[in-house]
């Protein structure tokens, strides 16, 4: 899919590489999660290394994620089983070498995580695991309950602070990606809080920036989840596939006038159930597997239930948990729900779907090498083909870590290896004044995250579709021409280029596969579309 020329800008801001200040390195890489600090542990072997992120290493939204990662860790599980539940899952469209590849690594780099200091809850001396919906065998690795991401991060950011090649430059924001004529990646022009603008050459650069959950009204993602990275790869002319692709997570804690917090799809692996407002369970009603249904179901079947029901939300039910058990093993979420006054003995948990996980963005090959030269992506920024249309629980820290480490190795054993021999050129971008009238970007933003709920969300059909595409292609008339001189600004420009891709990839995708769910098309058309719709510049 060719996209309209006339929306296109090629850098956000003005440019000229004589009068700004210089970092030179080997590798950057962009994001600080599991993907990019594994690239960069990877990457930091053989090359000197800068890590940059938008906020603090701690912000990422591997630090948030709850329920696990997803190996095959016991012997009753096979490597076999879990790449079968990953095709199932991802609805015909997962690279089925890509699949392979991730699963038979996950074991070794998990015993690595332990190694390096990753406190996974253990049974008998053994990794403990525990069962989600989607998997046939009780294969997800947790720790300190349900903190995973945080005990992996933590591990992973202290392996990174004693590595002497690595340098870390927090409240970083990269604007852009710099290429040259023959659109090779030289680095990024970025903004430091401390120093303003400046640019960072790199022989190779790593996009590790996460995900697009913030496009969103509701989510379960931290404030820096904007899709800057898929903004900036497009604009650089980095092919993009599989944007109509994102997973709604089906239990987000619902409480009015308060930020949307993440309940564990591990609950519901371990007994919880749903209930509506009149206490009925009614998942058996939409799926055999009941509370155990892919993600997709589950949020499309309570959507349905508040709709019959009349109401905002549904509810899980934990009362037959036992309280101490409970608070040992959801720990986060225990104190969640008793700064709500919620007890879990007694009271039901709120709940509704929220948007959670981008499937799709930059494409990428086995060897996490995008369209462009010079250009790596991994993690959740990176459509590598593990997915398909669904995204298996747990399986994204897996591929994070498993791509992370791909990305890094191939920097360690790519020709263009040495910032010394840096070819950058003269760089003089400017960008015309704009006469038309100037929107609020805060304003922007919110309407922007309403409309994509409303009209780009769960469930899907054509003249919804269109309307957006209308209004955000009326923002962009009085957004994308502006200059801004900070993040607030070119997040609001970013979102707006990517949601306006994801609603054209959306209506272009007639069917209803996995997470993607057309109501005007509501079956599945492996005739025109057991395939991935692409984007370029």
């Known amino acids: 899919m060719m996209t309209d020329k006339s929306e296109f800008r090629r850098y956000l801001v003005n440019i000229d590489s004589t009068s700004t200040h210089q970092l030179f390195t080997d590798c950057l890489v962009i994001g ?29 939204n591997t630090f948030k994620a709850q329920g696990g990662i997803a190996s095959v860790l016991d012997k009753p599980d096979t490597f076999e089983s879990h790449i079968s539940d990953t095709l199932a899952t991802g609805c015909g469209i997962c690279d089925e070498e890509v699949v392979d590849l991730v699963v038979r690594q996950g074991p070794e780099l998990i015993e690595q995580l332990l190694q390096w200091g990753t406190e996974f809850d253990l049974v008998e001396n053994r990794i403990a695991t525990t069962l989600e919906g989607g998997h046939s065998h009780p294969r997800v690795a947790h720790g300190h309950g349900d903190e995973t991401g945080r005990i992996i991060a933590e591990a992973l950011i202290k392996k990174v602070k004693q590595t002497t090649n690595i340098r870390i430059l927090e409240n970083f924001y990269t604007i852009d990606l710099l290429t040259n004529d023959s659109d090779q990646c030289l680095g990024i022009i970025g903004f430091d809080q401390k120093t303003g603008p400046q640019i960072i050459w790199a022989a190779n650069t790593v996009l590790a920036t996460g995900g697009t959950g913030r496009l969103y009204r509701e989510t379960t993602n931290p404030e820096g989840a904007t899709g800057d990275g898929i903004a900036m790869a497009y604009r650089a002319g980095a092919a993009l596939r599989d944007l109509e692709f994102i997973q709604f997570h089906p239990t987000t804690l619902y409480i ?134 669904n995204r298996l629980g747990s399986n994204s820290l897996l ?80 957004v994308m021409d502006k200059i801004f001189d900070a993040p607030e600004g070119w997040e609001c420009q970013n979102m707006l280029t990517v949601c306006l891709l994801m609603a054209q990839s959306a209506r272009q995708r007639q069917e209803s596969r996995g997470v993607h769910f057309r109501r005007d098309f509501p079956r599945t058309d492996e005739k025109n579309f057991k395939n991935h719709i692409e984007v370029t510049r």
Not at 33 to 60: F, H, P
Not at 288 to 303: F, G, K, N, Q, T
Not at 409 to 438: F, W
């Open 256 to 389: 009015a006038g308060a930020t949307r917090a993440l309940i564990t799809e591990t609950l519901r692996g371990e007994g919880a159930v749903l209930v509506d407002n009149r206490g009925c369970r009614f998942m058996k009603d939409y799926h055999e597997a009941a509370e155990l249904a892919p993600r997709d179901v589950v949020s499309r079947a309570i959507l349905a239930q508040m709709r019959n029901t009349e109401s905002t939300h549904v509810y899980l039910d934990v009362r037959h948990f036992e309280k101490a058990y409970f608070a040992k093993r959801f720990p986060w979420i225990n104190e969640l729900l008793e700064s709500f006054d919620i007890d879990i003995t007694k009271d039901l948990i709120p709940v509704r779907p929220s948007a959670h996980y981008m499937i799709g963005g930059v494409k990428t090959n086995r060897s996490a090498e995008t369209s462009i030269e010079n250009l790596y992506a991994c993690g959740e920024i990176a459509s590598s083909g593990l997915h398909g249309a």
């Open 32 to 60: 600080a999660g599991i993907a990019g600090l594994r690239a960069a542990i990877e990457a930091a072997r053989r090359r000197s290394v800068i890590v940059v992120c938008k906020g603090t290493l701690e912000s990422s």
């Open 399 to 478: 591929e994070g870590l498993v791509f992370g480490k791909m990305a890094g190795q191939a920097v360690g054993e790519s020709r263009k290896t040495n910032a010394a021999h840096l070819k950058h050129p003269l760089i003089k971008y400017k960008i015309p004044p704009s006469d038309r009238t100037r929107l609020d970007a805060d304003d922007v933003r919110n309407s922007l995250r309403a409309l994509m709920w409303r009209n780009v969300g769960i469930n899907r059909w054509d003249q919804p579709l269109a309307e957006a595409q209308e209004i955000i292609r009326f923002w962009q008339r009085y």
